[in-house]
């Protein structure tokens, strides 16, 4: 069983503070990375997630793409 799961979201730079705190509050859920800073106004975000922690992450994606702009992409793992 791997470490961990990459999941990669695509979001505005600007709900980048709301989004981190977010995650952070789940105590061992996630590890955020910002892989490749690029210019412009979206980021990528590499989230390390623990295999354990998968369906909490759906639940928690889903209720913060109420509040902000999130966009699920694939990336290199």
Excluded: H, Q, W
Excluded at 5 to 25: G, Q, T, W
Excluded at 54 to 72: A, H, N, P, Q
């Amino acid at each position: 069983m791997k470490d961990s799961v990459n999941v990669f979201l695509r979001v505005k730079k600007e709900d980048i503070y709301v989004i981190c705190p977010f995650f952070e509050s789940f105590e061992g859920m996630a590890a955020i990375r910002t892989p490749k800073p690029e210019a412009g106004d979206f980021a990528t975000l590499k989230l390390m997630v623990s295999p354990d922690f998968m369906g909490d992450l759906e639940k928690v994606l889903e209720s913060l793409g109420r509040k902000v702009k999130i966009e699920r992409i694939l990336g290199e793992n």
